[in-house]
């Protein structure tokens, strides 16, 4: 009889230790995308794409809602404010230059009416002058403002040594007229042109910054409601039913959201626009009509200093009437911008009678300087009466005031408008941001707890 052995004693499993050296532990990645092969880790992962995207659009729609209005800001304080003052100083110091030179043509003291014209003048450039000084940023408009600053004095004090030679009958004041009137303008206006050139760059980078839409916003915003819409489609085919609706919820704040961000920023874009078509724009003209205006007047009054034999001064005269009258001149600029303006449009054919009228004159005053008759040039020229040059010259300079005066708040208005239009924007839009992604997450939290209930 055979015996058999008893059986051999089950081993225990060895004991688990350390992985083995050079073996790969389970990896983040491996862990996430078996989460995302189950359905809620698939809800989670549609959940983060989209507060990414939410928050994202949020984020970008504020601050270029905030950008915006700062730069909108900007234009009428910093550049703006730089750019106004830097045109005003150009135009004081203009007519400042045409009125010491027609002053000096009256015998003795000048007249009252032509002191104040004077002093006024002197006043805005001095007032402009300082304002500029406050809002200049760069290191040549802070040179140029300096320079201005130097050569003021100097210039005025030409004019007065001028004016007190002239009331004692000494021809030396002509010379020092004629110097006070060269360093005007070979010195000071090109320094006051170019730092107006500077500001209105300025105020043009600026306004397009103002007009830029936000693109990076927009297609943020986009995303999110195309991954919104997916993402309500992919649950219907998961849990066949139609609608969720925290996604819903989700989707028409975004509607809203785009909504407010592409009116406000439209809106914006067109008022500023507006106040560059209406505002700066024409006075920008304006003011170089004014200006040649001035300076026409200031070289007719030295060519009648000298008597009517001044042929630099009669080619600058007959330059900057050209510049204002000729055929596409800076009168036709403003009929053609002015044109759907009735009341603007009056005050420009005044401005064009009053300047035919002055060049009509022009050349009497001019011969009877020449042929002797000094005291009736100076009369027609300077004198009160309707028919003479200052008259026509008043009332050409009065034209001009008035347009650049309504052009002036019309460009406040647009800018105010502008302003207006994203009042709120920035906080609304992130509000709505906040909600959407609030819908969406409870929407998805729905449907993951469905799993686990």
């Known amino acids: ?73 900007e234009t009428t304080s910093q550049s703006g404010r730089l750019s106004v003052a830097a045109l005003q100083l150009y135009q004081a110091l203009s007519q400042a230059d045409a009125t010491a030179a027609s002053s000096y043509l009256t015998a003795g003291t000048p007249s009252e009416s032509m002191n104040d014209a004077y002093r006024t003048a002197l006043r805005d450039a001095t007032v402009a002058l300082a304002t500029a000084a406050g809002e200049v940023e760069h290191a040549e408009d802070v040179e140029l403002v300096a320079q201005l600053n130097a050569r003021l004095p100097v210039y005025t004090g030409l004019v007065e040594s001028a ?145 009517g034999e001044a042929p630099e001064a009669a080619d600058r005269y007959a330059e900057h009437i050209e510049e204002l009258t000729a055929d596409g001149g800076l009168l036709d600029q403003l009929d053609d911008a002015f044109a759907d303006d009735p009341d603007l449009a009056a005050k420009i054919d005044d401005a064009r009678d009053a300047a035919t009228a002055w060049s009509n004159g022009h050349g009497e005053v001019v011969k009877l300087a020449q042929e002797g008759s000094y005291t009736e040039a100076v009369a027609l020229a300077v004198g009160d009466d309707e028919a003479s040059l200052q008259t026509s010259f008043n009332g050409l300079n009065a034209a001009l005031t008035e347009a650049t005066e309504t052009s002036a708040d019309r460009f406040v208005d647009a800018t105010l408008d502008a302003q207006r239009s994203l009042q709120g924007a920035a906080a609304g839009l992130a509000a709505l941001s906040l909600a959407a992604l609030i819908c969406a997450a409870v929407g998805i939290q729905v449907r993951v707890a469905e799993y686990y209930a």
């Open 163 to 307: 004016r007190t030679f002239n009331r004692l009958g000494e021809p030396v004041g002509a010379t020092y007229q004629e110097q006070a009137s060269t360093l005007m303008r070979q010195e000071m206006l090109p320094s006051a042109h170019t730092l107006q050139e500077n500001a209105l760059a300025q105020l043009t980078e600026s306004r397009d910054g103002a007009a830029a839409f936000p693109w990076a916003a927009a297609a943020l915003v986009i995303a999110a409601l195309g991954t919104l819409v997916w993402a309500q489609l992919w649950l219907t085919r998961k849990t066949n039913r139609t609608f969720n609706l925290g996604l819903v919820g989700a989707t028409v704040l975004l509607v809203v959201f785009a909504g407010w961000l592409a009116m406000a920023s439209l809106a914006s874009a067109s008022h500023t626009s507006r106040s560059h078509e209406e505002g700066s724009r024409p006075l920008e003209l304006l003011a170089q009509a004014e200006i040649a205006a001035q300076q026409a007047r200031a070289e007719e009054s030295l060519l009648l200093i000298a008597r």
């Open 1 to 73: 009889m055979a015996v058999q052995s008893p059986p051999a004693p089950t081993q225990a499993p060895p004991a688990a230790g350390p992985p083995a050296p050079g073996a790969a532990p389970g990896r983040w990645t491996d862990r996430v995308a078996a989460a995302l092969r189950q359905t809620p880790g698939q809800l989670r992962g549609v959940l983060a794409v989209l507060a990414v995207l939410i928050l994202g659009a949020g984020v970008t729609g504020m601050t270029s809602i905030l950008a915006k209005s700062a730069v909108i800001e």
